[in-house]
């Protein structure tokens, strides 16, 4: 299946969609916190665990692929999960493309 066809349309009920996005903006708000101050891998370790980011975020996980499961069918997500990269296998492109954004971003603000 063509994931990027946009032919279908995923439904995630309004309650489970903010508890996702709480745990996405929890994630990158605090990430970028820790990120600003130099904390050390102690820092960022105490927040993964303390706030039991594995289980939020596998809850969150468990949102989107039911919804996505119920348009494209078990089969093709589990195809699609089983093809996303995992640490510590090395970053996909998306993150090249990211850190390339990102350094053009700065850059361009003078940093």
């Known amino acids: 299946m063509d994931v990027s066809s946009g032919e279908s349309t995923v439904t995630v009920p309004l309650d489970r969609a903010i508890e996702v996005a709480r745990l996405l903006e929890c994630l990158a708000v605090s990430i970028h916190r ?4 130099a904390a050390d891998a102690e820092t960022l370790d105490r927040f993964i665990t303390e706030w039991l ?6 809850r ?4 989107l692929w039911d919804a996505i499961s ?5 089969e093709a997500v589990e195809e699609i999960a089983e093809a996303v990269a995992k640490f510590p ?3 996909p492109d998306e993150v090249g493309r990211l850190r390339r954004d990102l350094s053009a971003w700065q850059k361009a603000l003078g940093g």
């Open 60 to 63: 969150a996980r468990t949102i």
């Open 53 to 58: 980011i594995g289980p939020q975020a596998d």
């Open 34 to 37: 820790i990120d600003s101050r």
């Open 70 to 74: 119920r348009a494209i069918g078990e």
């Open 89 to 91: 296998d090395p970053p």
